[in-house]
């Protein structure tokens, strides 16, 4: 058995010293590793993350590979998960950005507008989650489904109902407003 799965062998006892050995003799190649992976300017803090994750998942640790290897996954996935957020923050951003060009389009031109967010916080919760997680986010159906613990086909039902309250209440706002949406 190598050192590194000993040393984490022996913290998922409990040995305190073991897990600070364990951190020191790998610091430097996860900070490498997020360096490459994640987010350049932020590796420091993803290595940090990956650490946590670590440290939290380590009762999960059943040494039937190297202690490296399993540590490195947990890195990657972590650099993975930081990547996509970045990813999704970035679209969200954009996607906001288009709105409020739309929105003050709309009002430049004297039309009444919605809130967009306040007719997504009146759907349903269960509606609501999916369609955020999907549509906002830019989660996939599948990756909404385990987020939800929910099968695919109940994200994909949730969101179709999501949209179409969502129509229905720009309907009635339309209607109680008395004006008409801009035509595009």
């Known amino acids: 058995m190598d050192p590194l799965t ?27 590793l997020c360096r490459y992976l994640g987010d350049g300017d932020n590796y420091e803090d993803l290595a940090q993350q990956a650490y946590e994750r670590a440290i939290a998942s380590l009762h999960r640790y059943r040494a039937t590979g190297p202690a490296r290897h399993w540590l490195l996954t947990i890195v990657r996935r972590t ?28 009002t430049t031109q004297a ?12 759907l349903q919760p269960d509606r609501r989650a ?17 987020v939800l613990s929910v099968p695919i086909g109940t994200i994909r039902s949730r969101v179709a ?12 706002w339309e209607l109680r407003d008395g004006s008409q949406r801009p035509a595009g």
């Open 161 to 172: 109902r999501a949209r179409a309250d969502l129509v229905s209440a720009m309907n009635v």
């Open 130 to 146: 999916a369609f955020v997680l999907t549509q906002i986010t830019g989660l996939s159906y599948d990756e909404a489904a385990d």
């Open 6 to 32: 000993t040393l984490l062998l022996s913290a998922q006892q409990g040995d305190r010293d073991a897990l600070e050995r364990f951190v020191a003799a790998t610091h430097d190649e996860v900070l490498a």
């Open 79 to 106: 650099c993975v998960d930081a990547t996509r957020s970045r990813i999704r923050r970035r679209r969200l951003h954009e996607r906001a950005k288009s709105l409020a060009a739309v929105h003050d389009e709309a």
């Open 111 to 122: 039309a009444p507008t919605f809130e967009l967010d306040d007719l997504i916080l009146g």
